[in-house]
């Protein structure tokens, strides 16, 4: 049976052992493995919630059941028996779109694997030690890359198998000895699990966005339909009670025919532009979702983390269309307009018409409006950014932990490198990213007094204290909590807000509307403080702590 096709032993390999399949069984993505090796895998994963595919990363809620793979297992063993044959035909060659294999000598065949250990394309041939050899059997093979020369090192000529995530960049064992000694350093493969959680939210905000989409873009039609509905009944409707008077009335009826066609097709346009926009919108989320798989499948972790920041950054929509539905009949008063204009004959015939053509240009056709305000806490999580603080702006007894989001006052300043946007005198840090569009974020509070801000970035951070500090000047908005009491600050004037509050903040800005909210979040949430004004530049979130203050930025989902 070998003699009949040319095949190659990877294709007959498990990919968790890398060895011929043993006892072949599939799993419901169609991948099949050895039967001890599945086991074993589904066995770690049974403390999960969800089971997953080793090869393509499909996930199933409940434990895949193994089926057992006759033909694969039956051919399988007659290359047990007769051998693999190994005459490479001319499309086994390496042609400029393929990988080369790194050892063959004159005329390059295609590489059919990379190891990451090694750093090498191997064509079937001279990958066999790799499957014999039991020292090479542990190095981590893959799909061929033509990437692999990124895993090195460009100043030590070294394997990059770290992630500094004080610099957020990969590194090697020598790096992590020298220029990044004292970071916070993990292994690549930690950080790509890291990141590959925060893929998985990002993938479900793109997916639940998609979903959203699709049902505008259905509501959109519907109303078209509505609308072409109502306007081909106010037609024939038209014929009816005009052919009554027809020698009165013969001149009206072209003209309040073509109102109503011109309206009908000024609002149909409105709807499709709004719709063509959506799908348009739908089509982007879907090649990104499709590119964010992708990379979700690689198990090169330095590629992974090489390409996950230009993939991973989603766009803020500005202005989001949206739809109401409102069950109008949108025509209709034109034909009561008319029954009436039938009824009163000759003699009101020209104040009826001015009637008519004004219930043409003024049917209850529906017009998208803009976006109302988000009213529960679920409309603001919709609205929900992930927001880090700048090491590189806090203030030198400010100290920052858990992934930059986490903030405490210290007695001690800490070793911070100097740094232009340093707070100097101020207890003071600002966020990372700034904030536009619409954006709403949480935090929790301990301690005694803390200062919750909106501010322009070009604040001051080494000028006197109405200068720099959060709402003491015409840059900056600020919540000040002290224990269980509020006070909103701008400009320097100080507005007291009665109650007692709970220790998580909400804040929602609408940079476009210029829009800022405080909230106090428990069960409920509660307005503590609304401001309108207008926004002349991009924001950042900032935050003052008082001696024994924490605040740490919550993970909204």
Known sequence: MAQGIQLERAKFCCSICLDLLNDPVTIPCGHSYCMSCIKDHLVCEDRKEVYSCPHCRQTFIQRPVLVKNTMLAFVVEELKKTGLQAAPADHCYAGPEDVACDFCTGRKLKAVKSCLVCLVSYCEKHLQPHYDKPQLKKHKLVDPSENLQENICSRHDEVMKMFCRTDQQCI???CSKDNHKGHDKVSAAAERTERQRELVFIQQKIRQRIQDREKDVKLFQQEEDAINHSADNALRNTDKVFSELIRNIEKRVSDVREKIKSRQKTEVNRYK?????VQQEIAELKRKDAELEKLSRSVDHTHFLLNYPSLSHLSENKDPPTVRVRRLRYFEKVTVALSEARDKLQQVLGEEYAKISMM??????????????????????????????DPDTANRHLSISKGNRKVAFMREEQKYSPHPDRFEFSWQVLSKE?????????LERSGRGLLVAITYK???????FSECVFGHNDKSWALDCYKNSYEFRHNNIKTPIPGTWSSRVGVYLDHRAGILSFYSISETMTLLRQVKTTFTQPLYAGLWLSEGATA?????K
């Open 434 to 442: 700034s904030l536009t569009g619409r954006c709403y974020w949480e």
């Open 273 to 277: 532009k709004v719709r063509e926009k």
């Open 360 to 389: 043409v240009t003024e049917a209850d056709i529906l017009k998208p409006n803009p976006q109302a305000e988000p009213e529960t806490r679920a409309d603001f999580l919709h609205y929900a950014c992930q927001l880090t603080l």
């Open 552 to 556: 740490e930025i919550c993970q909204l």
């Open 458 to 464: 070009d604040i001051s951070r080494a000028g006197n």
């Open 172 to 174: 090697c064992y020598l």
